[in-house]
Structures are given as structure tokens and as C-alpha cells.
């Protein structure tokens, strides 16, 4: 029996309610959306209508996997970070509004260098990279990645975000030398693994069954892609320029002492919405 869309979307809701999943309201609603091709404004518009058959089996198996844990985002394969829309995958983690803080941060560091080259390091989905260069027109991105399936997801983000001319997708170690003949930037942003490998068994069902561990693991301390990036790419960057690191809770200080050490200074550290010293800031 047909059901409307607001049917639907209540009977999403309250089996993701049932199955103790806090976000079921947002969830349903993205879901029965994303389902039908709707905005949210078509969603509201349209709720006393039908939806098919089709798009009913299309919610509902989608539900079914939302129930099973996996995230929200890998459920649809889609998701917005800094107002813009991002194709997600289990290749990449998926964007969080912590990493906003980090965008935030180098927007406003560069509002006033002209035509500036900013590096993004451990890119996986390029959401970093793309957002500056969206609110930086004159901006020139190289996003680098270890893993190709990763870079793939970014360069479809870069197609997506029409920021084609402006954004470069390059595979390379964030823990080796850099490759010859990157030329030299005015800022380096990195959002790197930074989870202490120990903790990873402990991490929230969603994250450590489903996001990419290489793309969480810090190493013994958390500390390893730090100090491999300070040591090896940090001569990358001009005299003046800025390196922006997201961190983990309780490892801002440990960061700021490995960006002293290599004779940074100028530093600064950002919080994130929930408090947490989320983002280092240091001047080469």
C-alpha cells in the first residue's frame, strides 16, 4: 500500500528511534530526501503526496543500513562540509565540523596574500582544500594523499565543486620526503591521522567498523604524521608562511612543542564548538 512522504518518513524515524540511534529525526528526513531527490524545502512541500514504490525500497533498505551502524554519510554517499557538497565513500573519513575550525582559521590567514599556493596534506576527501578555495578565488590547491581511492573521491569533488583549474589532486607519503619540484607554499593545512594506535579498538562502533583505519592511526602516540610533516614538509613553505594542524583532544601542547622545537613561531590554537584546543596555528 502506497504511503505518503511523510508516512515514510515517520515509520524511518521511529525505527531508528527504536534501535537507539539519537539522530533519528535528521536521519530519517536525510534518508526519505535522499531517497526521492528532494531538498529539504521539496521534502516539506510535498509531505501529504505519495512517494512510489521505488523510492519507498530505496529509504528502507538504506534504513536497514543505517540500523546496522554504518554512518549517515556512507549510507548515502554524500555529505556538506563548509555549505558545500562532498561525495563520501568508506575510502575517506568523513567530514566533521570540527575540521570547520580548521578551514575557518586559514580563510581568514589568507584573506590578504595575493594568488596564494596552500598544500593540504592527508586530503582524503579534499573537503579542506576545496573550502578554501571556494572562499579564496585566487587560491592555488595541491590536495596529497597516500591512497589513490582516496584521491579519486577527491578529484570528484574537485569536478563536483567546478574548482577544476584551481585544485590539483597528487599522490604522494605525508611521512616521506616530499616528491622534487612541488615549488613552495604559503601555508600547508593537515587534518592527519592522529588517533594513538592503541586507542583505535576502543573508537565509537560507526567509526572504527566502518571509516578507513590508515586514515585514523596515528601511531604508538598519535604524534607520528606530526613530526614526520614538521620535519619534511615544512620546508615547503616560505618564510611568513602559516602550517594549520587539527589535533586531537589533549595533544595541542604536544604539537606546539614539536612546532617549536623546528624554530616555528607565532603560534596560535583555535577551540572547536564543544571547547576542545582543536587547531594549532604556527608562523615558519
Known amino acids: 500500500m502506497a504511503r505518503t512522504y511523510n508516512d515514510l518518513f515517520l515509520d524511518i524515524r521511529n525505527n531508528l528511534s527504536k534501535h537507539d540511534i539519537d539522530t533519528s529525526n535528521f536521519d530519517a528526513r536525510y534518508i526519505v530526501c535522499f531517497a526521492s531527490g ?3 524545502a521539496e521534502f516539506v ?3 501529504s503526496l505519495y512517494s512510489s514504490p521505488e523510492i519507498e525500497e530505496r529509504a528502507l533498505s538504506m534504513m536497514e543500513r543505517r540500523i546496522s551502524g554504518e554512518p549517515l554519510a556512507y549510507v548515502t554517499g554524500a555529505w556538506e562540509f563548509h555549505g558545500l557538497p562532498f561525495f563520501i565513500t568508506k575510502d575517506v573519513l568523513i567530514p566533521r565540523i570540527d575540521t570547520e575550525v580548521l578551514v575557518d582559521a586559514a580563510i581568514e590567514l589568507l584573506q590578504n596574500t595575493p594568488s596564494p599556493r596552500v598544500l593540504d596534506l592527508c586530503c582524503g576527501s579534499g573537503c579542506i582544500g576545496i573550502s578554501i578555495a571556494k572562499k579564496i578565488p585566487q587560491s592555488k590547491i595541491i590536495s596529497v594523499d597516500i591512497s589513490g581511492a582516496a584521491l579519486q573521491i577527491c578529484r570528484k569533488n ?3 565543486n567546478k574548482l577544476n583549474s584551481r585544485v590539483i589532486c597528487m599522490q604522494a607519503d605525508a611521512k616521506q620526503a616530499p616528491p622534487r619540484g612541488m615549488g613552495s607554499y604559503d601555508m600547508i593545512v593537515c587534518n592527519p591521522p592522529y588517533i594513538p594506535s592503541e586507542e583505535i579498538g576502543t ?6 567498523d566502518f571509516e578507513p583505519v590508515w586514515a585514523l592511526d596515528g601511531g604508538h602516540s598519535g604524534l607520528d604524521f606530526y613530526e614526520a610533516i614538521i620535519a619534511q614538509w615544512s620546508s615547503l613553505l616560505k618564510p611568513g608562511g602559516h602550517i594549520l594542524f587539527e589535533v586531537g583532544e589533549k595533544q595541542s601542547r604536544d604539537v606546539l612543542q614539536l612546532l617549536k ?4 613561531q607565532n603560534f596560535s590554537i583555535k577551540k572547536d564548538t564543544i571547547n576542545v584546543e582543536r587547531v594549532v596555528i604556527a608562523e615558519k
Open 38 to 40: 528532494k531538498t529539504n
Open 261 to 264: 622545537d623546528a624554530s616555528f
Open 158 to 160: 574537485v569536478n563536483l
Open 203 to 208: 573508537l565509537d562502533h560507526s567509526v572504527k
Open 45 to 47: 512541500r510535498d509531505m
